[in-house]
């Protein structure tokens, strides 16, 4: 029955410039092949082809995340590059330069090939089943162009690597376990998302008013530092800390910043909260679950 189409889908292939009646029966027969047409006619005219060795490396990639019914379109009779999902090339080299399987309940580790794709900007698997621990490659020194890497929402497991100094790290939600790398105190970062795993130690290195940081996650883990003792980084108006064991007092700084988001509830942090016009819109939830906190909006210092 449908050894017509096929025969036809096969002559089309091989034809330079099909007429406009025959591409008309062609979607009659087979709308998938006139997408597929289409998005390699688009390739031609949008950019440089997809670089053959990242093209090999995602097949390696699919392949090792057990060639998931979500990946069905990276199809290596296609160019890479205009894959109706999760790829972003820059149009010049036609190297791969984004890399994004967001909650495809992929459940598999992190593929080794992901290290040849050396012109990556940005990796996003975020909220999958990815488990094992987390490859040594995913940072700046194999992947120099790396600024933004999103894991959060899988099942990770062992130590952030030392390699893992990436502007953008969002690693939230794992079973992540061990200490801060060393490495992290002299790399610049600018979101660092660690909320809900069972990290401890020092996260003091990750503060310092020259640094960038501006958004700071680290609830819901076993961190223990003292809090007094940090300087803010200027940027910073995004801390969250709640549900750990950090102790000292609140720097005074805090009082004067224009705080998106806040929160130092549940930890052991003890003295008077600096009053200034942003932090006095803060709640009791903000500050709750502490050892000695006091002043508004909780109960005054004595
Ligand atoms: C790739 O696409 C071609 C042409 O549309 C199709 O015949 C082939 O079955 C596809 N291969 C895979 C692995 O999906
Ligand atoms: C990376 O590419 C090289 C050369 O193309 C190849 O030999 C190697 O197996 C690839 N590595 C992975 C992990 O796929
Ligand atoms: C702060 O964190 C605690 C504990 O995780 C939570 O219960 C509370 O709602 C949070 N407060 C605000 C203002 O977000």
């Known amino acids: 029955m449908n050894a017509r189409p096929q025969a036809t889908a096969k002559e089309t292939d091989h034809t330079e410039a099909p007429s406009c009646r025959r591409s008309s029966?062609?979607?009659?027969?087979?709308?998938?092949l006139l997408a597929v047409l289409v998005l390699a006619a688009a390739a031609r005219t949008g950019g440089a082809p997809c670089d053959k060795s990242d093209m090999a490396a995602l097949l390696a990639v699919k392949s090792a995340l057990g060639n998931p019914p979500a990946l069905s379109g990276w199809n290596s009779t296609v160019d890479c590059c205009s894959w109706p999902y999760g790829i972003s090339c820059d149009a010049n080299s036609g190297r791969v330069t984004d890399l994004t399987v967001f909650g495809r309940e992929i459940s598999a580790p992190i593929p080794a090939a992901i290290a040849n794709l050396t012109a990556l900007r940005s990796i996003n698997f975020a909220y999958n089943q990815l488990h094992g621990s987390i490859p040594a490659f995913l940072g700046p020194h194999e992947l120099p162009d790396l600024t933004f890497?999103?894991?959060?929402?899988?099942?990770?497991?062992?130590?952030?690597?030392?390699?893992?100094?990436?502007?953008?790290?969002?690693?939230?939600?794992?079973?992540?376990?061990?200490?801060?790398?060393?490495?992290f105190a002299d790399a610049v970062f600018g979101d660092v998302e660690l909320s809900d795993n069972q990290l401890t130690g020092d996260a003091s290195m990750l503060f310092g008013a020259k640094k960038q940081l501006n958004a700071l996650f680290l609830s819901r883990n076993r961190f223990r530092f003292d809090l007094g003792r940090v300087e803010l980084p200027e940027a910073m108006d995004i801390l969250e800390i709640d549900g750990n064991m950090v102790y000292g007092s609140i720097p005074a700084e805090a009082a004067a910043r224009k705080w998106l988001s806040f929160n130092v509830s549940y930890n052991q942090l003890c003295g008077p909260i600096p009053q200034g016009k942003y932090t006095h819109r803060f709640g009791p939830k903000h500050f709750a679950g502490n050892k000695c906190l006091c002043g508004r909006p909780l109960a005054p210092c004595t």
């Open 149 to 183: 890497l999103r894991l959060d929402g899988n099942r990770l497991t062992g130590p952030i690597p030392p390699t893992a100094t990436v502007f953008n790290l969002l690693l939230v939600g794992n079973q992540l376990t061990g200490e801060i790398p060393e490495t």
């Open 25 to 32: 029966r062609i979607l009659a027969i087979s709308p998938l």
